[in-house]
């Protein structure tokens, strides 16, 4: 016979699935709850059942003792069988079932007995107590058995003792009484044994649907993946409790948001602050892969709700991307100028060709300079004002454009920036934003041109682009500034309502602002504030005279 294979073979000990180790588990407390409740009742019961016998005892005899003319009728007649100490005991044991009922004198003499053979005997056990004035309560074996007992001393009408009244209750009824007691008790037991079975087959059954039949070991190997998975992957992960509190935060998404662990328990509110950020992971904004801005990050992000209540949402960093989509776009657009001044350069060839074979040769003097001061006069005009070289590169590149889509883009009178900037890149990207976004606003418009105003008052810089647009409504002069908000078709490449809440991040960061208005004559203004743009100007060097030989001035 071959053996059995080992997959097959009858395991020992605790099964795998969760819900039966769970209800067996649960079964076991239960059932050495009961045990233990049992058992802690029962003990008690005995002693609670003796104590009650032994009072008993003591109360009859205490009523036996103060019966009148017990204790002349001791005193004055001799132990018998049929004398009145005897009967009035009988009487009143008969009356209470009790097993006897024992009146002593002063001797330890029998007078009463429920075996009237043993009347004008020694009791067997010791009346001392009793005779010494003290009421005795006790558990002890005599004559008739093991017996619970109340002892009392019998006095007569002047208070001296005289004897003693022992009252014996049969310790069997006590037994019976606790025995009688148990059945009841382990139905109690049973009972209690049965809800707390059924409970745990309840509580099973949830944490079988919960844990979805797997065991124990499965949920471990799982739980380490899931945290080997989360803090390894490159995408943010955030994960809500039903509250909408969060309750893991993996390490990409606290790269990305800036956070530490201390946001666990928090709500994105308050962790984030309010924002657009906050309302797409609290759900307040729906939809796939929104566009939403940190920092200085653009961030895409997706909100999937779970079975219990709660959500997971994914984030994706963008920043590069975007920034590789808004350098595409300046590239195309630097690709279609450069075309259309090939093409224009040609026409422009073909015309100058012309006038040289007509020999009208101061006609074609007039074209090329014509031709050639209209360029310069542009880029002349641009660094003039702009020292800064990024900025005025930046300008030029856009005037050439704009001079492609029928834009004429100009700077103003009072525009003056020195080449003191502090974070020229940063300005770059707010006059590229802006200049782009006038350029698409004011093409195709009668008289279509975009000015650009930059100011330096101190350190402060103050940018203005106007344009001669549609202008912006009022009711969307901020909504402009919100992550993944716009009326434009997005491109292929990239998703639009990211530059201008980049715009306002970026002068915000510098403690400055962002704002859009009308413009004069119609279209949008922008006008965009920066305190700290400027670094301190270099002191100039103070000018020395000319130091005097000494011979020169002795010769003078």
């Not at 893991?248 to 602050?273: I, S």
């Not at 976004?437 to 103050?462: C, Q």
């Not at 510098?510 to 119609?522: D, F, I, L, P």
Request: proline content about 6%.
């Amino acid at each position: 016979m071959s053996p059995t294979p080992s997959a097959r073979r009858l395991r020992l000990g605790l099964p795998r699935r969760v819900f039966s180790q769970v209800l067996l588990m649960q079964v076991a407390i239960a059932a050495g709850v009961a045990v233990l409740a049992t058992g802690l009742f029962l003990a008690p019961l005995g002693d609670q059942l003796d104590d009650q016998a032994m009072r008993r005892a003591l109360a009859i005899a205490q009523t036996t003792a103060q019966r009148p003319g017990l204790a002349r009728d001791l005193r004055d007649t001799p132990p018998s069988p049929n004398g009145p100490v005897q009967r009035e005991a009988e009487r009143i044991r008969k009356a209470t079932l009790a097993e006897y009922i024992v009146v002593m004198d002063w001797r330890g003499v029998r007078w009463s007995h429920t075996d009237p053979k043993q009347i004008g005997g020694i009791v067997s056990t010791d009346p001392g107590q009793a005779l010494a004035g003290h009421e005795v309560m006790e558990i002890d074996d005599g004559t008739l058995g093991r017996s619970a007992r109340g002892k009392v001393p019998l006095r007569d009408a002047d208070g001296t003792v005289v004897g003693a009244v022992s009252v014996g209750i049969a310790y069997d009824s006590v037994r019976s009484r606790l025995i009688h007691a148990i059945p009841g008790l382990l139905a109690y037991a049973g009972g209690a044994l049965a809800v707390g079975a059924l409970a745990a087959w309840l509580i099973s059954r949830r944490v079988h649907r919960q844990t979805r039949d797997l065991a124990f070991s499965d949920i471990a190997a799982l739980l380490s993946e899931r945290e080997a998975m989360l803090h390894g992957i490159r995408e943010g992960v955030v994960a809500l409790d039903r509250t909408g509190r969060i309750r893991l935060v993996n390490d990409e998404a606290q790269r990305l948001l800036g956070l530490g662990d201390t946001v666990v328990g928090r709500t994105p509110d308050e962790a984030l602050g309010a924002g657009r950020t906050a309302d797409v992971l609290a759900g307040r904004v729906t939809g796939t892969d929104l566009l939403t801005v940190r920092g200085q990050r653009v961030l895409v992000a997706n909100r999937m709700p779970t079975d219990d209540g709660g959500a997971v949402a994914t984030l994706r960093d963008r920043t590069e991307l975007e920034q590789l989509g808004r350098e595409l776009d300046s590239t195309r657009g630097l690709i279609d100028a450069l075309r259309a001044q090939d093409h224009e350069h040609a026409n422009r060839m073909h015309t100058l060709l012309g006038l040289l074979e007509l020999e009208m040769y101061d006609d074609a003097v007039d074209f090329v300079g014509e031709v050639v001061g209209d360029h310069r006069a542009t880029s002349e005009q641009i660094t003039e004002r702009i020292e800064d070289p990024l900025l005025a590169a930046l300008l030029v590149g856009k005037a050439t454009v704009a001079a492609e889509r029928g834009v004429g883009l100009g700077v103003s009178d009072p525009t003056r920036l020195p080449d003191r900037l502090v974070d020229p890149q940063g300005l770059v990207t707010v006059v590229g934003n802006l200049v782009d976004n006038a350029l698409d606003a004011a093409a195709g418009t009668p008289h279509a041109r975009v000015e650009v105003e930059l100011r330096a008052e101190g350190r402060t810089v103050t940018l203005r682009v106007r344009d001669t647009g549609p202008g912006v409504p009022p009711e969307h002069r901020e909504s402009i500034f919100t992550e993944g908000w716009s009326t434009k078709k997005p491109p292929a490449h990239r998703e639009r309502g990211i530059g201008l809440s980049l715009v306002r991040r970026l002068a915000e960061r510098q403690g400055g602002s962002a704002t859009v208005g009308e413009a004069r004559g119609g279209g949008a203004e922008f006008t965009v504030v920066l305190p700290e743009a400027l670094t301190e100007p270099c002191p100039e060097p103070a000018l020395t005279a000319p130091s005097v030989p000494q011979h020169a001035e002795e010769g003078s």
